[in-house]
Structure formats: C-alpha cells, structure tokens
C-alpha cells in the first residue's frame, strides 16, 4: 500500500513462483485502495495467445482519456510474464498515461528502468502458525472427523516439507480426504509433492503444482532450464564457488550449450528473476555469494535432469557434488582450535548437502565414504545424532573391504565411540580394543594412542579406575612424545573425569583437569573444555563451594549454548540442577532438568534420559509430587531396559538416591505408579511436568526428601550398608540399586568414613547396634 501511494512508483510487480499467492495480495491492496476512490481496471493475461495479443489486452483495459477526471487508475495485471517479451513496449505505455499506475503479478521481472519489484514469499515457517493455519482451514473441508488437532507435529512437518508454499498447502491439505496425515508427510517426503491434484474450480494452471511448474519452466530460456535442471543437485543453501567446482566436472556429453562464467551468470540471473534461485547469506557468513532453490522448484528440476540430461548425467553430477562437500569436509576435520570451530560451523550449514554426498557414495560404494564417514565422527557427537551416525557407519562398514585399511579402522573407530555415546561404553569396549590392536599391527603409535584414551574411556565405565588409569598414562606419554597436544589435552580431560569420580584419586583429579584446560586454552580451543569444567564443577560442589560450582558450571553452559552444543549443555544443565537440589531449591533444579530432557529429546540422545528423568524424580519427591515422581522412576527403568543400562550411571553423573521416594509411599502403589510410568513418553514429561512445577512456583514448606540417619548417612548408603550386612558382594549390590560397582565403592568408602570403620563385619555390627537394620 505505502508503495502505491508513491507517485514515482508508476510499475509495481509482485514476483514470486506459482502459486506463491501474488493474486491474492495483489487483489486484497486492490480492494482497499477501491473504497478509498481509486478507479481499478482488472485484465488477465494469462490467456492470450503470445506477447502481442497480451499486449493488446493490455492496451484495450487502459481508460479512453487518461487525462480526464479526478480519480487515480490502478490497473491490475494478472500474469504479466505474458508481455514481457514486448516489455520495452509497457514502458510506452506508462509514458502515455501519466495518471495511471500499474500493480502486475509476475513470475519474472519486467526489467523495466521505472519498475518497482515486492517479492512475495511462502509462508514462514519459523514457527509455522500461519502456514498451519492456511493447511487446517483448507484440511476440515475434507477431513472434519479426521482429529487433525491430535495431528500436530504431523501437520507442522507437512507445512514445513512444503516449505510454506500456499498453494501446495491448500493442495496437500485435500489429500487428507483420502489419506491420513502421517501417509501424507510418508508420501511427500518420496517426492509426491508435484502429482498431487487440486479442486476443480481452480484455474486449470494451478490445479497441480506439476502443471505450475510446467508453466514456470516454460517461460524460461533454454539455457536456463539446462542449468536449473543441473542447479537441483544440491540439497540446500549453495555458494557460487560451488556451483563452477560441480558443473566443471559434469561430462562434455551433456546436451547443453558451451558453459563459460558469464554464460553461468546469465543464467543464474534470469532463474533468480523468475523465482526459481533466491539469493541467501553465505554458510559460512562471508561476503560470498549464495543462493538457495526452493523444494517444490527442485523436486521438478530433479525431473527435468533425468528425463532431459539423462541417467549418465545425474549419476555424473551427484559424483561431482559427492567430491566437492566430501572434500570440504575432509579438508580441515583435524583441525584445533578457532580454525576447528569455523569447520564445524561450515559443516553444520552444509550438512544437507554432506548427507547426500555420503549417501551417494554409499550407494556408489565410493572409496571416499570411509574417510567421509569417519570424519563426521565429531559433528554426529557434538549435535547428538548418534543413531544417524551409527547407521551410516554401519552401511559404510557393509561396503566392500577394499582401499585403505586405516581409513577402515578410523570408521569402525567412528563407530564404536558413537554406540559408546548411544548406549554404554562397556558396549563399544571389544570394538575399541580390536581398533588399539589393529593400529598396533599397523605400527601407527600415534593412532594407536589416540584409541587408547577412548578405550581407557570404556575401561573406566566398565571395570573402574583401576583398570583405566594405565590406558590413560600410556596414552598421554605417547600423545606428548608426539607432539600431538590436542590429544594429548584430551587424555588428560578424561583422566581427570575419571579419578574426580572416585574418593582416593582427587588430587590427580585436579592436576589432570588443570593441565587439560590449560592444554586446550593453549590451542585457542574453547569447545572441548567442557569435560574440565564439568569435573571441576562437580568436585567443588562434591567439596562444599557451591557459589564456585555454580559459576563455573554457568560459564561452561553458556559456552556450550554459544557454540550450538546441545550434548554438553545438556551435562551442565543436569549438574547445576544437582547443586540447586542439594541446596534445597528443588524447582528450579526440576526446572533445569526439563530443559536438558527437552534437548536431549531433541538431539535423539536416550541414554540421558535416565539422568534427566532420575534427576527430575528426585525434585518432585522433593516438591511433594511423589506420585509422579514414581511415574519417572518407572519410566527410567523403562529407557534402562530398553537400552541394555541395567545398572550404568552415565559419566560424569553420580547414581541419585531416589530411595525416598520408594520410602514415602506403599509398597504396591510405588509399583503401580512405575508400571504406569513404563508407559509414559518424554514428549508426555515435557507437557505434564511443566503445570506440575507452575504450582509450586508460590514458596511454601518443602518435603524433607531424605530421611534422617545416624552419622549423617544418606538414604543410598543406608540401603548400601544394609545389603552389606545381609552379605551381598559390591556387584549384587550394583545389580540390586541399578548403580556401578564403581558407584558401589564410593559409597561404600563413604559409609565407612562416616560410621569409622574399616571392614564389612564392623559395618554389619554397626547396622546392628544403631538399629538401621530394623527400620
């Protein structure tokens, strides 16, 4: 509208791609500037038979005397791609009438010197409201009684695929007349979108989105279509560099004019005017060029490609694009430091993209998969995507044995560290061990050292300190004899998390973390310092510094937030939640838990579901909500079960008591709450806790969640000490409390320390004369 009442705007074009909703704007501006006097002439020029006969509609709407009468004339042209090919002529036109403005819908620009362009965009999909709103409105006129209000990540996901596109909206949303919703998205992610039918009554060039596109296409020059059908090998947002690296390796075989880098320019300009590129910010936000295809445009240009270029040509262009985003992430994933943070950044916007590369290499049996696979070790860890990653790497591992042996053992490494993420090292210990010795045979030290920290990693949680402890120290000697610091800092990182969770090795604990900050500050790598800082956090808490423990875990969140590392958030979250329970401020340690169950949830990462639902038990027993907090208790031992994690604690947690909670309720109720809980979803915690903790947001007294022992003794060493009087050995009473025997021995030697004793027949004795085997 401000830009109608411009009088220097005489040509105002709407752009954008079919069905994006051009008319409809255009004809709601119309309406309003009707009612305040300006006189509208509407003509439609899709119908006519070439440029000169859409000309001559053009020119039989204008008014007899344009220089007569009061009012203002707007006319709206519908589809003035139709003249565009006689453009120079519509600026005659304008010359002639100078009270009269022109408002068009286009799929392209005029070019015009006096035009003004307003592109008009799909429906955001940031947060999807107004695109589900358009795909509902339309969706009840045919499925009514189909409850698509229970349907609503389905529906986001619909909106979403279709990227906000109005009309595939309202053309998908009638497919619900048939099919479910969750057939629906199912169908439209096998590339279903262009042969879907609309209603009748459309316009017949809107009653497909295949038709759409055909006209689209059409209109285009023939070069332009050969480069947009080659342009639809890339998945996402894609540099121009790239574009000159891929197509310089397409075949000299490919039906299309000589290619040089105006040409390549011309082309892309001509597909930006007509909609079909849009220019976006560089990945790596540099001043480089970019541009991204809309999903419906390269569904249709995927087509294209195939039926016009060929077979050859497709499977040449996916190679091409295979070695230029394999190559991008190859080239710097052993880098440190800021240059190592820039990478993961370029990867995380190009992982679209990298996808398909591995894909097609896998398909292809590439020799490059193994290294490809392999190197997205790291970015599958720091975002979570353990299955992802785990089954990639399978299907990589699957190909042929052929090539290069150490590229193999680096995947089959891959490998085992993500199932070690996903599960439980004492999972992945076989496979790492077979990695330490098969880089032995090979006479790779280096290589070899590097295996041993995650091995010792997996000792660690599998059989305890002890076992660990010699793994880390070669592997550290190797590490510094080599000069391989970041490494080398990594080694120390974890053998400081592991001696800090034990009670004899703390002052180890420190001097490890310290080195291992200091090792990595010195390399400018920030990311990796979040296992210090965990540790180091945890040790103050675990020593009494509480204000301490909170900054430094505070500082590390932060850190991790910045850096998009939702896994390590996740850790911080869950241990400042820790201090804030001890301190007595079980809501918002709840609070902190719900926020790292959300992440969690969202990055696919369930063995910490056990941490944050433990954890989350224990606040609302706190709080009073013990019934729930059953449900919690049920539905980790679920997640446990499910997961083969009987008796882990995740590193760097500590086993919660949730003994209270069994306590403050009847045997056979706490039973049924956890078999309900067995039943429950995250996505059920995430929406019933919430209310739950909005209740207790007014202060009021809060439950004792502890019982009071003699020798201050907690609730977990109390049914640690029992067991040991009742003769269980140190791995019965891991198996009985779903702890670590490693667990076992700090409570264990707690208990002692406590109560002053040095073996199991005076801590039986003990039990006795105190009367704790009575309660």
Not at 43 to 52: D, K, N, Q, R, Y
Not at 263 to 290: F, K, N
Not at 730 to 749: D, K, N, Y
Request: proline content about 4%.
């Amino acid at each position: 509208m401000r830009l109608l009442e411009d009088p220097e705007v005489r040509l105002l074009t709407l752009v954008g791609i079919g069905g994006v909703g051009k008319s409809r704007l255009a004809r709601q501006v119309c309406e309003e500037l009707g009612r305040g006097g300006t006189d509208i002439r509407v003509v439609e020029l899709a119908g006519a038979s070439g440029p000169e006969a859409a000309l001559a509609l053009l020119t039989d709407a204008l008014p007899a005397d344009p220089a007569k009468g009061a009012a203002p004339h707007l006319l709206l042209a519908e589809n003035l791609e139709a003249v565009l090919p006689l453009a120079p002529a519509l600026g005659t036109l304008l010359a002639e009438h100078p009270r009269l403005t022109v408002l068009a819908t286009s799929r392209a620009a005029g070019r015009l010197t006096d035009e003004h362009l307003f592109r008009v965009r799909p429906l955001d999909v940031t947060d999807g409201a107004a695109a589900r709103e358009l795909f509902l409105w339309h969706a009840r006129r045919v499925a009514y009684q189909g409850g698509l209000d229970a349907h609503e990540q389905t529906v986001t996901a619909i909106c979403r695929l279709l990227e906000g596109h109005p009309l595939a909206l309202i053309i998908a949303a009638r497919q619900l007349a048939a099919l479910p919703a969750q057939a629906l998205l199912a169908r439209l992610r096998e590339g279903w979108t262009l042969g879907m039918k609309g209603a009748v009554d459309l316009p017949d060039r809107h009653r497909s989105l295949g038709r759409v596109m055909d006209d689209s296409v059409t209109a285009l020059s023939r070069a332009a279509q050969q480069l947009l059908a080659r342009l639809s090998v890339f998945e996402d947002r894609f540099a121009y560099a790239a574009v000159a690296d891929v197509l310089a390796d397409v075949p000299a075989d490919v039906p299309a004019e000589e290619e040089t880098e105006e040409t390549r320019w011309e082309g892309i300009s001509e597909l930006v005017a007509h909609g079909m590129l849009h220019p976006a910010p560089s990945a790596d936000g540099s001043s480089g060029i970019a541009f991204r295809m809309p999903g419906v445009v390269r569904e249709y240009a995927r087509r294209l490609l195939r039926e016009d270029a060929g077979a050859r040509t497709a499977q040449a262009l996916r190679g091409a694009h295979a070695r230029h985003f394999g190559g991008r992430v190859l080239d710097g994933h052993e880098e440190h430091g800021a240059a190592a943070e820039n990478w993961a950044r370029r990867v995380e916007e190009e992982l679209p993209d990298v996808r398909a590369a591995l894909r097609f290499l896998i398909d292809s049996a590439g020799g490059l998969a193994l290294d490809l696979a392999a190197a997205l070790r790291g970015p599958w860890l720091a975002r979570g995507r353990l299955r992802e990653g785990i089954g990639l790497l399978d299907e990589v591992l699957a190909l042929p044995a052929e090539g290069d042996g150490a590229a193999r053992l680096r995947a089959r490494e891959a490998h085992a560290v993500l199932t070690g993420a996903s599960s439980s090292y004492a999972h992945a210990l076989p496979a790492l061990q077979e990695c330490a010795d098969g880089w032995q045979e090979a006479g790779e030290t280096t290589a070899r050292a590097r295996t041993l920290v995650d091995l010792a990693a997996a000792e660690f949680e599998a059989h305890g300190f002890d076992r660990a402890e010699p793994l880390y120290r070669e592997a550290i000697g190797v590490l510094d004899a080599a000069g391989d610091r970041w490494w080398a800092a990594r080694a120390r990182s974890l053998l400081g998390a592991s001696a800090a969770a034990t009670e004899t090795h703390r002052a180890l604990a420190r001097t490890a973390l310290d080195e291992a900050v200091r090792g990595f500050r010195e390399l400018g790598e920030s990311t990796w310092t979040h296992v210090p800082y965990q540790q180091l956090g945890r040790m103050l808490h675990e020593e009494g510094h509480d204000v301490q423990a909170v900054a430094l875990l505070s500082e590390g969140l932060a850190l991790a937030q910045r850096n998009g590392d939702d896994w390590n958030a996740s850790v911080f979250l869950n241990l400042l939640a820790d201090v804030r329970l001890t301190r007595g401020e079980a809501a918002p340690a709840a609070g902190h838990h719900l926020d790292s169950l959300r992440l969690v949830e969202g990055i696919g990462a369930r063995p910490r579901y056990v941490w944050c639902l433990e954890g989350l038990a224990a606040c609302l027993d706190d709080l009073g909500e013990t019934s729930y907090a059953a449900r919690l208790v049920g539905l980790s031992r679920a997640v446990r079960s499910q997961l083969t994690l009987d008796s882990w604690v995740e590193f760097p947690a500590r086993a919660i008591d949730l003994s209270s909670v069994e306590w403050n309720l009847p045997r056979p109720v706490f039973e049924r709450l956890c078999a309900e809980g067995a039943e429950l979803t995250v996505g059920d915690v995430l929406t019933e806790v919430p209310p739950l903790l909005s209740a207790k947001g007014s202060p009021g007294p809060r439950r004792e969640r502890r019982r009071r022992h003699p020798d201050g003794l907690t609730g977990r060493e109390v049914q640690v000490l029992r067991l040991i009087a009742s003769g269980a050995t140190s791995r019965a009473i891991a198996s009985e409390l779903f702890i670590s025997i490693e667990t076992v021995g700090r409570h264990i030697s707690n208990l002692y320390r406590k109560i002053g004793v040095s073996g199991r027949a005076e801590a039986t004795a003990h039990a006795i004369r105190s009367g704790l085997l009575e309660e």
